[in-house]
């Protein structure tokens, strides 16, 4: 079975300072990997995804993220943030032989602080 | 092009009674997935349909059935309400529901059980 573990459950941060958001996941196959964010009182929104290919990942908003296999992890990160990235992102998962569903970490309340 | 509608926004329900919560899924998607979001178990899998099928589930009781129409649109239920159902319920939809595919998320609908 998969499982997403989200290491930091709130992260505080600066206007214009970098962030690393941790995600790790656990599969006994292969997977694909998300990133979501939530904005208050919304619906999740696709930051990026990992399927195949270069690992590192340029998302929407001037996210990235890198799949590590060797140390299992996609860690999100972005150059300096800017007060509208205070969100929840949430780390996924899916396994890409046809199971269609999304099992996701328990979230990273992202706090700017200007 | 319109995005995922979930309908209604809120409920108010008590123990015991039932409730139907509808979901309209991207024109042209086929595939429609439902997750209940919490604060203590955060987001999780309920079910996925496709072609008026279900064709992935959750680890959830019984009492949460759904099904999808011909159009695609798709509504879920709950029956015999507990106050642990209490909570942000989400549907994506994706064009076929592979994996590798982007779910798009409505707002939810935000059922209060008392």
């Known amino acids: 079975a998969q499982s997403v573990t989200q290491l930091d459950s709130q992260v505080p941060v600066f206007e214009e300072a970098p962030v690393e958001l941790r995600c790790n996941y656990s599969?006994?196959?292969?997977?694909?990997l998300f990133w979501y964010v939530q904005y208050p009182n919304q619906g999740l929104q696709l930051l990026l995804k990992?399927?195949?290919?270069?690992?590192l990942v340029k998302g929407i908003n001037g996210f990235e993220a890198e799949f590590n296999k060797s140390q299992t992890s996609f860690h999100l990160r972005k150059p300096s943030v800017h007060i509208s990235d205070t969100a929840e992102y949430f780390c996924?998962?899916?396994?890409?032989?046809?199971?269609?569903?999304?099992?996701f970490g328990t979230g990273t309340r992202l706090t700017i602080i200007p | 092009k319109a995005g995922v509608t979930q309908t209604p926004r809120y409920l108010i329900k008590t123990r015991g009674q039932q409730v139907t919560l509808s979901c309209s899924p991207i024109?042209?998607?086929?595939?429609v997935s439902w997750y209940q979001q919490t604060p203590g178990q955060g987001l999780q899998f309920l079910f996925e349909?496709?072609?008026?099928?279900?064709?992935n589930k959750g680890n959830f009781p019984g009492r949460f059935s759904g099904r999808q129409f011909s159009n695609s649109r798709s509504e879920m239920n709950v029956s015999t309400l507990e106050l642990g159902d209490s909570a942000l319920y989400l549907c994506?939809?994706?064009?076929?529901?592979?994996?590798?595919?982007?779910?798009?998320f409505g707002p939810g609908t935000r059922l209060l059980v008392l």
């Open positions: 994506a939809s994706s064009l076929v529901g592979l994996t590798q595919e982007t779910q798009y």
């Open positions: 599969s006994s196959v292969s997977v694909y």
């Open positions: 990992y399927l195949s290919g270069s690992t």
């Open positions: 996924a998962v899916s396994e890409n032989f046809g199971n269609e569903k999304l099992t």
């Open positions: 024109s042209g998607h086929r595939s």
């Open positions: 349909y496709f072609s008026e099928t279900q064709r």
